[in-house]
């Protein structure tokens, strides 16, 4: 289900940069935040985080090519993390002390650091699994669960997939000197799972066996007649 999430935002970026005649040649690259906790300590506090880097395959123009490549670029990632180790990341941020993390990240931002170096994605997707049961409070029954999430240093689009009872829904947080016309690409991202569904339903019933008519018993009766 994620793999389609990220098909959708692909197909929603595709769209607007199209529109804007700015779309790559080559595939756009989303970061996607992944679980690093084994399930031995799941039961104890804390993250353990670590970021996937996914090509979207953008440069594909077909909607169900696009999903097969996102696919197979997702299986590739998955594989790549886990070969690092799950304990990695958590070792690295726990070795050093939160103020001087913090002192390092702000004295790269002031001096331009982070601005000057190619970003390693081009956009963020979480995934933050939300309740399977509705949600009540003082009586009044939750309709919709929605996310946000800040956007970063020279990463001006930041996607949260937020999931309740039986549906998802994609926000975005964009910083406006990057996408200057959210209002268009909520319509791209809408105008993709239309486009998305559509070519399912398409291939789906393409795939579907056909049952030809069966030619007419003959009767050895009415032949000798």
Not at 31 to 54: C, I, K, T
Not at 88 to 95: A, K, N, Q, V
Not at 103 to 131: M, Q
Request: charged share 20%; with cysteine; net charge neutral.
């Amino acid at each position: 289900a994620y793999v389609g999430v990220l098909a959708i935002v692909a197909g929603g970026l595709r769209q607007y940069l199209e529109d804007k005649n700015e779309l790559p040649q080559e595939s756009l690259v989303s970061g996607v935040p992944a679980n690093m906790r084994s399930r031995s300590s799941e039961s104890g506090g804390g993250n353990e985080v670590s970021v996937m880097r996914v090509p979207m395959a953008t440069h594909i123009k077909s909607p169900l090519k696009r999903l097969k490549a996102i696919s197979e670029a997702t299986s590739v990632a998955k594989e790549e993390l886990a070969s690092r180790g799950e304990s990695i990341m958590s070792d690295i941020g726990e070795s050093i002390p939160p103020l001087v993390a913090s002192l390092g990240i702000r004295a790269v931002t002031e001096a331009g650091l982070i601005a000057r170096t190619p970003p390693v994605f081009n956009t963020i997707v979480s995934n933050v699994p939300g309740a399977t049961v509705p949600h009540y409070l003082a009586g009044a029954r939750l309709v919709r669960s929605l996310g946000a999430a800040p956007c970063w240093d020279c990463m001006g689009l930041f996607h949260t997939v937020s999931s309740y009872e039986s549906s998802f829904a994609i926000a975005f947080q964009a910083c406006h000197d990057m996408l200057p016309d959210p209002d268009f690409y909520e319509g791209c991202l809408n105008a993709a799972f239309e486009e998305l569904c559509a070519s399912v339903r398409v291939s789906k019933r393409r795939r579907r066996p056909s049952h030809p008519s069966r030619p007419a018993t003959r009767h050895p009766a009415s032949e000798a007649a």
